[in-house]
Nanobody, 127 residues
Framework: QVQLVESGGGLVQAGGSLRLSCAAS????????MGWFRQAPGKEREFVGA????????RYADSVSGRFTLSRDNAKKTVYLQMNSLKPEDTAVYYC????????????????????WGQGTQVTVSS
């Protein structure tokens, strides 16, 4: 079992920044690729970004590429999502998730690849 707890959400004006954190406990954190997804009211959950077990490889949705940056600290069992130049359309509940498969062989954009999920943190961007 892996337990994930997100933090860092809040209310920010358009153009502002937030850094989300996802703290893990339980099994070896470094064995898991980590992903972030988000879900806005009335919409399906969508992929935001993913980072490999080592942190060397990252992938982003087109909608956030160039604005969001993923990083991880395996010693602290934490993954971070730095969000810059936020837009009102970024408003959503953000979830982190853990994927035990090799980053290169998994469909890291697919929520079904992830075995463990956090409870989510709300991000609201005002215009």
């Amino acid at each position: 079992q892996v337990q994930l707890v997100e933090s860092g959400g809040g209310l920010v004006q358009a153009g502002g920044s937030l850094r989300l954190s996802c703290a893990a406990s339980g099994r070896t954190f470094s064995n898991y690729a980590m992903g972030w997804f988000r879900q806005a009211p009335g919409k399906e959950r969508e992929f935001v970004g993913a980072i490999s077990q080592s942190g060397i490889r990252t992938r982003y949705a087109d909608s956030v590429s160039g604005r969001f940056t993923l990083s991880r600290d395996n010693a602290k069992k934490t993954v971070y999502l730095q969000m810059n130049s936020l837009k009102p359309e970024d408003t959503a509940v953000y979830y982190c998730a853990a994927n035990p498969k090799s980053f290169l062989s998994s469909n890291w954009y697919d929520a079904y690849e992830y075995d463990y999920w956090g409870q989510g943190t709300q991000v609201t961007v005002s215009s």
